[in-house]
């Protein structure tokens, strides 16, 4: 019975795995990315310079522009720069009622409070989106992922239980030995960052509770607007007087927030009513002040007189529970280095769901390694695992060569970088269609070395800011993506070398095969 069962775990741990891992692997590789969001933008957005923090300064530099320029808006927004944000933003409602623009925003200067015109790209925001969202229309990306993410939940259990000597697998590796050095990697790699997984895969789930269990809400308030208004403490809209008032200069708000909470980052203002004696301003904390959300961090006050008017209320237990799920799985309170660890638990978890894939075939090739062709459901399995690993990587390069390629002026840019990251992965699939598999891993590999590697030099002669003038300048986020571009390149050139030697003689491959499969069987 016993034995039963954990066959039944093993079946459904490879199963679902192939099913749902080319999906995974773009989830996971993309997720990882975004652990540098505001990095990546950085690098994607060159013009906007990053200087030394002087909050309230910054702060005085946004109202001034702001009632030079949306002197009749009804709200205004302000994101102050932090240390990973270098830019500014500005937004504000259209002051025009016939117009259909809704709202408009400026990126500014945090030194001197003056438009900078950058480039118009979606920077790390499109993988953080893309991650979750998969670009499909709302909510079905949304759906979709966070059912992979039970799939992900479900392989790490089913692995768990199929794998009894899983502590004891992880200090063993055989390099040189093919299909087993493949497992070997997978389960080391595995239990190394189980822990890790088993939190990002669980809290995928905590996120998006509200669709994947709804019949509580919706028993509860019909639809989840008014759920999210309680959960979140929705801010009341204040209807202006009409009458006009001197607006208290937000610095002094800023500085009164410090005096509450010393030590804190805010980083988001909200004024309603700008200029009317019913103004509100709302300072929110910066998330990265804490693990988890908490909405005990926003403070209101009254805009012409300063006065406080309202503070968050706190969270309940389970709440505060929920909520650090959600803070873990974000990682935005994450220092520099925590961070990093961050991304490498990130390719790791990338790295079990690519030699998974690339185990279930092997295993499967290895009885037909005598056949002068394989069978097509095993093709089908191939040409999937190279556009899904090698092409997703191409078609990440592409977005970045696309941002440095294409006119700073180009109206359509940002939109372009975007196709440019799914024509090369759609490319990538005609490609390994049309080639053998070896060869075409061999040659997407090499491509995407050349691609990354060459972003560096690409970044100095376009932009001037190489690594000739970002290390000497101190610009860690813009010298720090172009060191991990080139890293990546060297790391794919190793891959692309290793899958275009000549394969070993399919008799004496296939004799090995044979004892491999064998041995994977019993396993």
Partial sequence: MKEGFRQAMAWLHTWTGLIFGWMLFAIFLTGTLSYFKEEITHWTKPEIQSHPLNPAASLDLAQRYLQANAAGSSTWFIRLPGEREAAMSVGYRDPDPASKRGFL????????????????????????????????????????????????????????????????????????????????????????????????????????????????????????????????????????????????????????????????HLNLIRVQNPGDAN??????????????????????????????????APESAAMKTSFTFVGLHMGNFAGPWLRWLYFVFGVAGTAVIGTGLVMWLGKRQLKHAKSERQ????????????????GLLLGVAAFFWANRVLSVTFEARSDWEVNAFFLAWGLSLVHAVLRPGRRAWGEQLALGAAAFALLPLLNGLTTGHGLNRSIPAGDWAMAGFDLTALGAGLFLAWAARKMLRAPKPVAKRAARGKATAESLEAS
């Fill in 279 to 312: 103004a509100r301003v709302t300072l929110s904390r910066a998330s990265a002040d804490s693990v988890a959300y908490q909405r005990s961090t926003n403070w209101t006050f009254d805009g012409a007189t300063g006065a406080l008017v309202a503070q968050g």
């Fill in 105 to 264: 925003g400026s990126e500014l200067d945090a030194a001197s409070g003056q438009v900078v015109e950058a480039r118009e790209s979606m920077g790390g925001e499109f993988f953080y989106r893309f991650h979750f969202q998969l670009q499909m229309p709302h909510p079905w990306g949304r759906y979709l992922s966070t059912f992979c993410a039970f799939i992900m939940l479900l392989g790490l259990i089913t692995g768990i239980i199929t794998h009894k000597k899983i502590f004891k697998e992880f200090f063993t590796f055989r390099p040189g030995k093919g299909q087993r050095s493949w497992l070997d990697g997978h389960n080391a790699i595995g239990v190394l960052v189980l822990p890790f997984h088993l939190m990002i895969s669980y809290s995928s789930l905590v996120i998006f509770m509200y669709m994947v269990m709804p019949a509580g809400i919706i028993a509860s308030y019909g639809d989840t607007d008014g759920y999210f208004s309680d959960l979140f403490g929705g801010e009341e809209n204040v209807q202006p007087a009409g009458v006009s008032a001197s607006q208290v200069p937000l610095s002094s708000l800023y500085a009164k927030v410090l005096e509450q909470a010393p030590g804190a």
């Fill in 375 to 390: 069978p097509p459901e095993l093709r089908l399995v191939e040409v999937l695992n190279i556009a899904s690993m090698s």
